[in-house]
């Protein structure tokens, strides 16, 4: 701070070391500051969300930090948005990205956010809607964050509501869609409500999709599940279910949080 006796600053030496609990902290305040800017920097690319209904947040980081991608080849991301998910994906594997997207204005967002990454020659964003999407190639790795309000109160903002409301596509449509795309050895990760999950997996066997692992995600320690990740196959085997808490104490988080995002938050 100035010296207003002496009009001076301090020397370097004067300030205190930075406990791991407040590096935390300023990893955590820088985040949230840039959250509520029109982009987002991560470590690798930066995403402008300016253009778009539903912006930067946890539900996407987490999808495009939690699923197996290791050997894909071809990889399908319903619902875009920014290109968020897509360019994690895409740092972290060598497959072709498709990022497909329904909301005009998004695909431009996305257009936009793509161009600018290191990896613009492996993703192509593509405008179109999902319940007609089709491919003449299938794809290892499908991934969505899905539309998650169920005859719930809309807002007056047309382009939110499609993010938002699943009338513009619902979980069965969703699911009857990847049961065609999926490559046969491929894998399909959902992120959605913690207490619809069951209802998720009960649709998903309509089409041969077996839960193969789910992550819970609890926001801090003695809460219920806020969100569940999850991860489906067409092979029927025992599904691996476990908890991941975000928060320890506000502004503290989990080392296992710190470990799945690390590579993507600045400060992380």
């Known amino acids: 701070m100035y010296d207003k006796n002496t009009k001076t600053m301090p020397n370097n030496n004067s300030y205190p070391t930075l ?21 987002f920097q991560f470590k690798q690319f930066t995403i402008w969300h300016d253009k778009c209904a539903m912006k930067v947040g946890t539900d996407g980081v987490l ?21 968020l998910v897509a360019l994690m994906l895409a740092q972290r594997s060598k497959a072709f990205i498709v990022a497909l997207e329904i909301d005009c204005s998004a695909v431009r967002q996305a257009i936009e956010n793509v161009s600018h990454s290191p990896w613009q020659d492996r993703i192509e964003v593509v405008e179109a809607d999902f319940k007609h999407y089709t491919s003449t190639a299938q794809f290892d ?26 009338n513009e596509l619902t979980y069965k449509e969703l699911l009857e869609g990847v049961s065609r795309l999926l490559s046969a050895d491929g894998a399909f990760t959902v992120i959605v409500p913690a207490d619809v999950s069951d209802k998720v997996k009960e649709i998903a066997l309509n089409y041969s999709l077996y839960p193969y692992k789910q992550l819970n995600i609890i926001t801090k320690p003695g809460l219920s599940p806020k969100r569940s990740l999850i991860t489906f196959k067409f092979q029927d085997q025992k599904c691996q279910i476990e908890n991941m808490i975000i928060e320890l104490a506000r502004h503290e988080y989990s080392r296992e949080y710190i470990d799945l995002t690390k590579e993507y938050y600045l400060k992380m």
Do not use: E
């Not at 935390?24 to 982009?39: E, G, P, R, V």
């Not at 999808?63 to 290109?83: E, F, K, M, N, S």
């Open 19 to 39: 406990s791991h609990k407040n590096y935390l902290f300023l990893a955590n305040l820088t985040i949230h500051t840039k959250m509520t800017n029109s982009y």
């Open 63 to 83: 999808l495009g930090a939690w699923p197996h991608v290791d050997g894909a080849q071809r990889i399908l991301d319903i619902g875009t948005g920014t290109g």
């Open 141 to 166: 790795v499908i991934v969505s964050n899905p539309p998650y309000f169920t005859d719930s109160l809309k807002c007056p903002n047309q382009q939110r509501n499609t993010a938002r409301h699943d």
